[in-house]
Structure formats: structure tokens, C-alpha cells
Nanobody
Framework: QAQLVESGGGLVQAGESLRLSCTAS????????MGWYRQTPENQRELVAE???????NYADSAKGRFTISRDNAKNTVYLQMNSLIPDDTAVYYC?????????WGQGTQVTVSS
């Protein structure tokens, strides 16, 4: 059974917005950290944004000011709101949940931004 399920990817034009969702089990929502990563065929997987259980956030420089990570505990869901998208944001986006006992990844959702 998948622990993390992403949704919300798609094809948009530059300047538009997307919201990615990552639905997790209630147990995983108490992870030390949940985050979003992205990967292209040319590059290694890189951190986009993370949210700790204490509420702290951390963003890649490329995401600062444009992306926002948030969570809705009632829905067991972590979101990544992406605004002002640019072609360089094109990648497969992965949800991640980390604790001292596990490191879970979702299956990924494709985001494509056309110019």
C-alpha cells in the first residue's frame, strides 16, 4: 500500500500556477519532516521545499517567493502551491516523508511548464 500519493501535476504555461497535493497516512503525517523534491532526466533529485513537524519551512532558492508548502492535518495532506511557474520548473515532483524510522517517497507527479 502506497504511503504517499501525489496529485496535481500537469501542463501549464509560464506564469500560471499549480497546486500539488500529497496525501499520506495519519501515521506519516507525524513525520519529522515532509517535503517536496523534483528531478529532471539531466539532474539529481533536489529539494524544493520542506516542512518540519514543528512548523518550520525551508525552500530552495529557486522556490523562494513563488512556492509555498503547507499541510492540512485534517486531510492528511501536504500541499505545494506553485505560482509564477517558469519552464525551468519542469520536472517530476516527489513527496517525501522522513522520520528516524523511515524515508518514504511518493510515485511522483509530472509538472511541465511551456514557454
Amino acid at each position: 500500500q502506497a504511503q504517499l500519493v501525489e496529485s496535481g501535476g500537469g501542463l501549464v504555461q509560464a506564469g500560471e500556477s499549480l497546486r500539488l497535493s500529497c496525501t499520506a497516512s495519519e501515521r506519516i503525517m507525524s513525520s519529522n519532516s515532509m517535503g517536496w523534491y523534483r528531478q529532471t532526466p539531466e539532474n539529481q533529485r533536489e529539494l524544493v521545499a520542506e516542512l518540519t513537524s514543528g512548523g518550520s519551512t525551508n525552500y530552495a532558492d529557486s522556490a523562494k517567493g513563488r512556492f509555498t508548502i503547507s499541510r492540512d492535518n485534517a486531510k492528511n495532506t501536504v500541499y505545494l502551491q506553485m505560482n509564477s511557474l517558469i519552464p525551468d520548473d519542469t520536472a517530476v515532483y516527489y513527496c517525501n516523508a522522513v522520520s528516524p524510522y523511515y524515508d518514504y517517497w511518493g510515485q511522483g507527479t509530472q509538472v511541465t511548464v511551456s514557454s
